[in-house]
């Protein structure tokens, strides 16, 4: 009967990562109507700090913020480690994408993002991750390999090593909040409060941040849509459904049905903002959705 909580687990995380991979692709179109980039440490710190708000006052009203599920000063290490982890990401993230564009640099930071998960599962929780999370890991980041490839032809390589740093720092960073979230709903937190304890962390850590980089573009017409898009589609409602699935899932497999996300932005970048897409790139889509695939069937089977 497990496939049966499973299969609406793994749709939530999958349908969190398609809104995930609109946001490089927002930012951008935002930067292009303007004819000036918005700063991405600007974007990225507003988006934490306004979704942080609106995710903490939701968990509120639905019954609290559940910090009294652990004693002591124990009951915040897990949401100050998710918000730094959402920080961190926020941050190389806009960054990322800014320099080596949207599909590498999301392909890079979410590629990233399950061998770093794995090992921090291995680490806190003390549960290595299966044999078929980590063939279904090492044939996406192939595919990854092959989409960065194909799609960063034309670009220059200053710009995409300048854009690869961040991006891995965002790995990371995804990496530490999907696992501390994972903690605060395995001590007893409510996927609202695990959401709302780590984005409002997050965005406390990011004020000052925000308050440095400020207006960055975002008091512009075309800034505060995409800000305000940012906030509410691919931040609030996208990870109150990927909290939904972490909590049936663990984080290993959690990170790697992400790369949903890099394979939309591809997709996105290639449609919408004209990024070549070559042959090459193609066969590293087909390669990451078919690790997908792998991993899904594997974790709905699992008993």
Do not use: K
Not at 115 to 132: E, K, M, N
Not at 264 to 273: C, D, E, H, M, W
């Amino acid at each position: 009967m497990a496939h049966l909580t499973r299969t609406p687990a793994v749709a939530a995380v999958v349908a969190a990562s398609i809104l995930f991979g609109t946001t490089g692709t927002a930012q951008a179109l935002a930067s292009r109507s303007l004819g000036f980039d918005l700063d991405p440490l600007a974007v990225g710190s507003a988006r934490v700090a306004a979704a942080g708000a609106l995710l903490a006052a939701f968990a509120a009203l639905r019954g609290g913020l559940g910090f009294d599920c652990a004693p002591g000063a124990r009951r915040y290490l897990p949401a100050v480690c998710g918000g730094l982890g959402v920080a961190a990401y926020q941050l190389g993230f806009f960054s990322g994408v800014q320099s080596a564009g949207v599909a590498a640099g999301t392909m890079i930071a979410l590629g990233s993002g399950p061998a770093f998960t794995g090992a921090l599962q291995w680490a806190v929780h003390r549960h290595p991750p299966g044999p078929l999370w980590a063939v279904s890991t090492v044939i996406a980041v192939a595919g990854m390999a092959l989409i960065v490839t194909g799609t960063g032809a034309n670009s220059d390589s200053s710009d995409m090593l300048a854009g690869a740093v961040p991006a891995l720092i965002a790995g990371l960073g995804y990496a530490t909040y999907t696992v501390a979230g994972s903690s605060l709903m395995e001590a007893g937190a409510g996927p609202e409060a695990a959401m709302g304890q780590m984005f409002g962390f997050g965005g406390l850590f990011l004020l000052p941040v925000l308050i440095a980089t400020w207006p960055g573009g975002l008091n512009t017409a075309a800034g505060a849509a995409a800000a305000g898009y940012l906030v509410l589609v691919p931040t609030v409602l996208a990870y109150l459904l990927f909290a939904a699935g972490l909590r049936r899932l663990p984080p290993a497999t959690v990170a790697t049905l992400t790369l949903t996300e890099p394979v939309v932005a591809a997709l996105l970048g290639t449609a919408i903002l004209g990024e070549e897409l070559t042959l090459v790139a193609g066969i590293g889509m087909a390669a990451v959705v078919a690790s997908l695939a792998v991993l899904a069937v594997s974790t709905l089977r699992t008993p």
